[in-house]
Structures are given as structure tokens and as C-alpha cells.
RNA sequence: CGGGACGUGGCGCAGCCUGGUUAGCGCGCUUGGCUGGGGGCCAAGAGGUCGCGAGUUCGAAUCUCGCCGUCCCGACCA
């Protein structure tokens, strides 16, 4: 295939847009892939769309690799669906409606079309089933940014398994995992496969690929070591040990008049601020609790919903007032009728805790001894945390979430009623999982890795083409028999025969990132040699016109 | 949702504070010429309801109010 620059819709432009920071934001916008439309709304352009296009044919081989079936559904749903799931609920939903009134949902994920489906499924003979498709994603998210690092509307391969039980779903879930390395391996993405929170939903298990990048909406938090890998709301550092004063048989009240920090606290005390603990009284449902880290901690609200599987929020003034007869300041575990989360990190050791009564601390108070709460790891994890594995440091990094895989349980098809029979002819709740990947959000991540200042470096699998090939006036034919050869050896080929400069069209092939340039200039007419380059590397090889083909295939590996 | 900024030919910006002829500049674009292996040069052109709507004024890109849009920080994030 031979395409020809001068007839392509190719903008591309010599400056980044002003307002771009990400890499992939810049790139992809100046190199005439993709442009802006509105706020977190893009237009794929013909060459951006090339290498949608391949990452969605890789997605989809893979996803038949372990047989799951292709199918798809409508970007218009009855908001009836959303209001079964519950899910009608989420800001981020996009509502509409029609001319007569008719409510719609324009969908973020096709869960409950999927599992509406389910409910056609009838006997135990026809499981495990697992459906897929590429559909558009709409998001009503506050603040796009960042290119296609975060949009509101995009493409997502988002598949659903079905099974007749945990046992089933495990090997579904698993075999997706492995489809996933198999996909983001190939697009030549390097990632990690992670614990992600799954918060609110519940979920039991949500688990995500990230990609370390320049810029991205997550963190990843690894050990130096390469041995845990964990996205930050999720991640299980263990704190650094505290230096604690000399112990104490029973809590000791201190006068600590307008002490209202823990920096003050500490500084006022002359101690360590990990020996205090810091209490946040939240109410979830109609229960009020008082969640407890250690004072140099903050507390992670992604682990506390999942604690609680469902949202907080802060108690109000009047609230910790009534429970606690103090204010925000000072309150504290002992000798108060409230049910405490505590962090992991309190259960050994004694900290300074508020009393209770304003200005005034209780120093020497232990877990188990003087308060006795639930345990639970509800602290965000830092950047100089102990690794948990293997006791190194971890450090934290930038990262794109590229996919993510749910075990859903019967979330849903419990609502949908979405059952089966078995042997038995007991009706039982299907068991379901979700698989989501985002093409485009994937293209973007490779370009946060495979870069430099010149411009993108595609790996070959998703490039746009194999081969850009440069024609220098005056050599037109010769260009044409280059493009010819590399043509006939099964390359697909981009020929740049716009009436411009040397320097303008190789900046452009640099720019546009094909892993192989032909440069067809005087020397193909004098001596019948064509320079080919890799765009990883700066040097040109001599090829002759007839050998091009093999020796191109060859450099591409 | 809270805080901040911006909106002027395709792109990037100046002009606005201190209202006053045909609203400028760079890039890009068109035509002609010189060039021709890393964004070259000369000349002549085309292209703008100054985001939208009210208001103040003899007169508004410029001042006031409202709306819309976009971006940044934070909150949020299946």
C-alpha cells in the first residue's frame, strides 16, 4: 500500500499547542494526528485513526485468542437500565432526552446493556459465555485533560464474562489478565499489573494496568527493588517506625491551650508527629465513626469506602460536638461511645490522642488497652515507604491507566434478575466480570513512552505506516520506483512528495514517527541508491532500488 | 463544585489599563521568481461579525453587566 503525502489530510505543525504539557498531548497534535474539538472531545485524523485502528485489531485478535465473541451495543440506552443498576446515581452519567420526554443514558461502560442480555442465558450448558465490543464512552468528567490522556467521549473495548460461579469467573478473570500483558506487549507498552481500589461499587476485585509515563492521571508506586507494584490508593507501604517516648501504664491528660496542629502538637510536646494520632470523625449511612491514622499520615478515602463499601462524608461541627463534647481539635478514641477504624499503624506502640475536652491531649494511649477499635489499612501510602514485600523503598511515579478488570460478582445480574439453572434446577445469580481498554488512551501512553525531542518513535506494530519515504525534488520517478519496492515486499508506505523543503519533510518524518525512512534524493539518480534510516537511530544505510524491499523488511524485524 | 486566567484571520500572539480614521505582527496559505540532503530568500496578494447578547457613550476590540466556550490549580473519578 502507497499512500502519498501530497493528497493526505497531513496537518501537521511546526509549534505545540499552548496549552499542551503531556508529551503524547503535543506529539500527536502537532504530528496531524488528532485535534481538538471541545473540551476533552477529539477528532482522530487519518493518520491518528491508522493507529487506533491497530491497537483495536491487536485488542481484537487477542480477545478471540480466548474466544470471546464480538458483538455490539447502542451508545443510546433507556435510562430504565441505569436506574435497575443503581448506577443512574454516578455524576459522571450522561442523561438525555428525546422529544416526547423519554429519558436516555448515554453510557460510561456497557454493564447493564450486557447484563440485560444475560438474562437470555438460561442454563448452566450455556456458560461460561464472554462478549465484547468497541463502543463509544461518554463521560461527564469535570476537567478533560491532557490530549487523549482524559477525554469525555472515547472508544473502549469493554468486554463481560459470564459464569456459574466464583470458581468460573476466576479463570475468565484470569484469562483476560493474561490477554491484556499479551495486548499491551505487543503495542510495545510496557505496564504494570496492579491492585486498584474499587471504592464504592464494591466490587471484590479491581485490578488495573498502568503504564509509567511522563504525565498521567495515577500514580503507580513501586519498590526500588522492582518486587511490588501497586497504584497509590491502593498501595500497601508500611510506615517508617516511630520514636516513641517512654511508655506509660495508664493515658496522662497534658494541657495543650491552642494547640489545634499536628506539627503544633509534636512541636509543642517535643516529640516525634508519628507518635501522634490524628482522628477524622466521617458519618456513613446514619453511623457516625471516627476513622484514626497516625499523625504523620493522611487517610486514604478510596480504602475507607472500601471499608465501608460506601461513600462518607466529614461530620459536621455540631455532630463532633454532640459525640464527642470537644471540638474538632481535640477529640479522641477514649472514653467515648463510637465505633473506631484504625489504622494499621496504631496497633502497636502508645500515641498522643485528644482528650476529648478542648485544649487538652491524652498522651500515652494504646490500642486494646484503652479504646478497642477495627483495624484497617486506611492510610495513603508515601513516596519512602517500606515495601511490603521485600522491605525496600518505594518511590512514586506518574502513570496512564490503560485497562482495567473487574470481578463483579452478581452486582448486577442480581439486579437485572439475570439467572440460571443448574444440574439441580436451582436458579442461581449469573457470576460476572468486566474487562475494560482504552484504544486511544493506549496510543497516547505509547507515545508518553516511545518518544524523544525530534517527535514520536511508533513501534512498528501500531505505526501509521512502515515506511515514510522522503522524495527530494527533481527525482520523482526514482521516488516512485522506491515506493514501488518497498510496496511489493508488503510494506505499507507513505510517500512525501509535497513541493517542500529537505529539512521540512525529514522534521515531519521525525515528527510523524515511522519506524523506517527511505530518502530518495540526487544519489538515487546518480549511483541508484536509496538512504535508509531508523528512526531510533541517525545514521542512513545505502540500498540499492532493488534491494530495498528485503533490506527494509529486514531493519523492521 | 471552589479558586484563577484567557477568548482578536487556519495556528501563535500584540493592541484593551488611558475608548477616537483603513485592527497590527510572526507562522501558515495563494501567485511569481531565486533556491534545493535538516523548517532558505525576494516580491506581490488573499484572509478578521475582535466568543455571544445587552448596556454606557457622539463613538466600544478597548468601559459595565450577563451568558457561552477553553485552559490551569484543587475537589471529583467503575
Known amino acids: 500500500m502507497i499512500v502519498r503525502a501530497s493528497q493526505l489530510f497531513l496537518p501537521t505543525l511546526r509549534a505545540a499547542p499552548a496549552d499542551a504539557e503531556a508529551a503524547s498531548h503535543k506529539l500527536l497534535v502537532r504530528g496531524g494526528f488528532i485535534r481538538q474539538v471541545g473540551a476533552g472531545l477529539w477528532t482522530y485524523l487519518p493518520l491518528g485513526w491508522r493507529v487506533h485502528q491497530k491497537v483495536v485489531q491487536i485488542i481484537r485478535e487477542e480477545m478471540h485468542a480466548i474466544g470471546a465473541q464480538e458483538m455490539l451495543g447502542p451508545v443510546l440506552t433507556p435510562a430504565e437500565l441505569w436506574e435497575t443498576s443503581g448506577r443512574i446515581e454516578i455524576p459522571q452519567v450522561m442523561k438525555l432526552q428525546d422529544g416526547s420526554g423519554r429519558r436516555f443514558v448515554l453510557p460510561l461502560s456497557h454493564e447493564e446493556t450486557m447484563t440485560f442480555h444475560a438474562r437470555e442465558l438460561q442454563s448452566y450448558k450455556q456458560l461460561p459465555q464472554a462478549w465484547y465490543h468497541f463502543s463509544t464512552k461518554e463521560r461527564d468528567e469535570p476537567r478533560p485533560r491532557g490530549g487523549l490522556l482524559r477525554v469525555r467521549e472515547f472508544i473502549m473495548k469493554d468486554s463481560y464474562s459470564f459464569d456459574r460461579d466464583e470458581a468460573g469467573l476466576d479463570v475468565s478473570f484470569e484469562r483476560h489478565r493474561q490477554a491484556y500483558e499479551r495486548i499491551f506487549e505487543r503495542c510495545g507498552l510496557q505496564v504494570y499489573f496492579v491492585e486498584a481500589e474499587s471504592g464504592i461499587m464494591g466490587g471484590k476485585e479491581s485490578s488495573g494496568f498502568l503504564a509509567p509515563t511522563g504525565s498521567g492521571e495515577n500514580e503507580l508506586m513501586r519498590c526500588e527493588n522492582g518486587d511490588y507494584f501497586a497504584d497509590i490508593e491502593a498501595a500497601r507501604g508500611v510506615p517508617r517506625a516511630p520514636e516513641f517516648p517512654d511508655a506509660l501504664s495508664a493515658p496522662e491528660e497534658v494541657e ?199 517527535g514520536i518513535i511508533w513501534p512498528r506494530a501500531v505505526a501509521p505506516y512502515d515506511v515514510h519515504v522522503v522524495a527530494l525534488p527533481g527525482v520523482e520517478e526514482h521516488a516512485n520506483a522506491a515506493a514501488s519496492a518497498l510496496d511489493e515486499a508488503g510494506l505499507e508506505v507513505l510517500v512525501d512528495d509535497r513541493d517542500s523543503r529537505a529539512g521540512e519533510k525529514f522534521a515531519d518524518a521525525d515528527l510523524i514517527g515511522c519506524p523506517l525512512r527511505a530518502t530518495v534524493g540526487r544519489k538515487a539518480a546518480e549511483d541508484g541508491t536509496v538512504d535508509l534510516r531508523e528512526r531510533t537511530k541517525g545514521e542512513d544505510k545505502a540500498v540499492s532500488v532493488g534491494e530495498l524491499g528485503s533490506t527494509a523488511r529486514e531493519m523492521l524485524g
Open 256 to 454: 495543650t491551650p491552642g494547640v489545634a496542629t499536628i506539627d503544633a502538637l509534636a512541636e509543642f510536646l517535643g516529640i516525634d508527629p508519628a507518635a501522634t494520632s490524628k482522628a477524622m470523625p466521617v458519618v456513613t449511612g446514619d453511623r457516625l465513626v471516627l476513622a484514626l491514622v497516625r499523625g504523620d499520615d493522611r487517610l486514604s478515602e478510596e480504602k475507607l469506602m472500601t471499608v465501608f463499601e460506601a461513600s462518607f462524608r466529614p461530620a459536621t461541627e455540631d455532630e463532633i460536638r454532640e459525640t464527642f463534647g470537644s471540638g474538632g481539635g481535640s477529640i479522641g478514641p477514649v472514653a467515648v461511645d463510637v465505633e473506631v477504624i484504625a489504622d494499621e499503624a496504631l496497633r502497636e506502640g502508645q500515641f498522643v490522642a485528644g482528650a476529648n475536652r478542648d485544649g487538652w491531649h491524652l498522651r500515652g494511649v494504646e490500642a486494646g488497652r484503652d479504646y478497642r477499635p477495627t483495624f484497617a489499612d486506611i492510610r495513603q501510602a508515601v513516596e519512602g515507604d517500606v515495601c511490603p514485600v521485600c522491605g525496600g523503598r518505594l518511590v512514586v511515579g506518574a502513570a496512564v491507566e490503560v485497562g482495567h478488570i473487574f470481578k463483579l460478582g452478581t452486582f448486577f445480574t442480581d439486579r437485572f434478575d439475570a439467572n440460571y439453572l443448574d444440574e439441580d434446577g436451582r436458579e442461581r445469580p449469573i457470576v460476572m466480570g468486566s474487562y475494560g481498554i482504552g484504544p486511544g488512551r493506549t496510543m497516547a501512553a505509547i507515545v508518553e513512552q516511545h518518544h524523544d525531542e525530534q
